[in-house]
């Protein structure tokens, strides 16, 4: 309860300062477009400026000084905006009623109750990877800037801006890591929603258009429940025709579950792509906002291209393709402009010069942020070779894209069948919504999607699976750009009544999948659990730590730091269940084994180290790779510990047994040569 109650002030402050802040970004506007608009500015502002804090000031102490900061500022903004009221300025009319906003506002939490529930039942997708659940502990422990919790000779090359969440909501409040996850699902899909509704809103001001325009985008998808009919087949075999058939309803998990792409209220399970698509939301608003002059040029250059800038740590390949698209918007307006400038012809319509200006220093700003921040951006150095945009036989994964890929098993019936009625509408669509969107808005809604579902195609990649998430994003969008045509054109044809359930019967087609996807999964845990992967058993237990963990877990924490590297022996090999990484989520300590890594191939020298290490734990290869703690307990084979204690100069500093049970920790003195 204590948790609870703080996680709500933690929410209260930054919706507070966001609220403030919005208030002052976009003046005059209506009241739940503000306080939506605060709420997201607070969370993503708040996650901006932690990680750039963190660099100067060591977590956890990053955490509370800017949330003091949001505080005060929030504060500061409020006296200012209550100084102002005296002469007050008329907000933009809102034309939903009470009860209206009432039904948006339910509908959102519905989805939001219903993402929660799914994913506290279960740790699948990403929270089960090293690089999640192990790097959120170790931020909230002081390990900024990043390194790699797999091998921290390297730094962290990823879009960490889910993991650093988690590490505040449990810095701030007590949340356990595991947690945090979830409750990013549930309010990344609230606001996902409401965001869309309000964007969706900007364009048809209708509520029953906009709603079930935002709906559409969630739940939109492919023909994946055309599936139903090999699992019907298996259960009339196994119930009827009486044939063994072992676990006939293992299946299920497969009707709404494309191999290529799923609808948006899949993916949000895919913590970065839930938090990445918010920050998408927040900026095709700002932007539409910026087009409808409703925000000064120098207001949309700063705070939006920093916004922009974040979306690479959320997601680094929707921030590259938007970036791309933006940087041709603008090169064709400035062609435009010196066209205008030197041509005979006077131009009908005089070109706006404070929007290039407006778009050239946000995309300076995205960039530069992009680049410095930290995540992948930041270490292109590393990931350019694993690219190409043609066959590459010597460099093994390199030799095949998404198409060719023998995992993809690629054919265009499979594209139908993963994109659907998004897809085969968007043509239609976005011929529909050229006269009806700002120019540079329809080209924003036209190639993003383009590039996106074209780049899987041509671009090689060590790693192709990685590649789906260019799927994702195009997906998104074409279901984004299919919902805004099916809910105006339903609305306009409203007379021809003949058509309307044609309409109706397309729509219905289109988010099924969304909606099989909540319902199988209210049902059936999320994700694969098997022998290699049974991380609701092993890696991460949502016990509490036991009391001789407890016990360490308090001499650890006040008699080491960040930079004190512990060996702990993994003999399995397995990345998800590994001792190593429990051993990381529980104390906050790096306890590298080298059998796997993040974004890069493992370094041979270092798994070599190790493995040499947990044969004859020999004083030079501890020194190699850097260890000057060694863990032991239950799960260690006795002959290495005493091989250690052997080989090497061991200092027992803790020790803790109950009956079988104990926990031993050694500082590795000089070593003995």
Known sequence: MFILLKLILFFIVLAFAGYQFANWYIPRQNRLVSGLLGLTLGIIGYNFFVNLASYLIKPPLSFWLVFLLFLISGLILFKYQKRKSSQPEEREKFLFSSKQIKIVLLVAFIIALIQGLIALRTLERDDSQPWHIPSASLMAHGNFPPRDPTGPLAPLAYHYAVDLFS????????????????????????????????????????????????????????????TV??????????????????????????IPSGKLTNPLID??????????????????????????????????????GLIFGFLALCQEIYFVVIFIVLVGIFLAGLAKRIWQRFSLKKPTKPFNRDFLLGLLFFLLIAAMLAYWQGGVLSHLERFMPLFSLKSEPSQGDLTHNIVSSPEAK????????????????FLPAIFFLKKRVPKEFFFLLFFVPLISFLSPFIVYYLYPRELLHFFYLASAFFALVTSLYLVKFYFELKPKKHWLWLIKLVFILMVLNGLIFQLVYLILPLGKISKERQ????????????????RAEFWISKNTDITD?????????????????????????????????????????????????IQTCLPEDLRVL?????????????????????????????????????????RITPYRY
């Open 167 to 226: 590490a505040i909501l449990y810095s701030t409040t007590g949340l356990p890591y595991w947690l945090g996850y979830d409750l990013q699902t549930a309010l990344f899909s609230f606001l996902i929603f409401l965001l869309a509704f309000i964007l969706i809103w900007q364009f048809w001001p209708n509520f029953w258009q906009a709603l079930v325009g935002a709906f559409g985008l969630l739940y939109a998808g492919g023909l994946n429940y055309l």
């Open 535 to 550: 991380v609701l058993f092993a890696a991460y237990p949502k016990e509490p730590m036991s009391s001789l963990e407890k």
């Open 267 to 304: 993916r949000i399970f895919n913590h970065s792509p839930a938090f990445g698509f918010t920050v998408i939301l927040v900026i095709l608003l700002l932007f539409l906002l910026f087009l409808q002059r409703k925000i000064s040029w120098p207001r949309f250059a700063l705070i939006g």
């Open 626 to 666: 850097q260890y000057k703690y060694i863990y032991i307990d239950n799960s260690w084979p006795k002959d290495l510990e005493e091989k250690c204690l052997a080989n090497n100069n061991l200092a027992l500093v803790f020790q803790v047994q109950d009956h079988h049970e104990f926990i031993r920790i050694y």
């Open 229 to 254: 009919f090999p699992f019907a087949r298996v259960l009339y075999q196994k119930f009827i025709g009486g044939m063994p058939i072992d676990h006939p309803f293992k299946l299920l998990s497969s």
């Open 410 to 425: 690629f054919t265009f019936g499979k594209i139908l069948i993963n994109f659907g009625f998004p897809l085969l509408l």
């Open 565 to 613: 590297w512990f060996f702990v022996a993994d003999l399995e090999e397995r990345p998800y269940t590994s001792i190593n990484q429990h051993f990381v989520v529980l104390f906050g300590r790096f306890a590298p084994a080298y059998h796997y890594t993040i974004n890069r191939p493992v370094p041979a020298i270092e798994a070599q180290n190790y493995k040499n290490l």
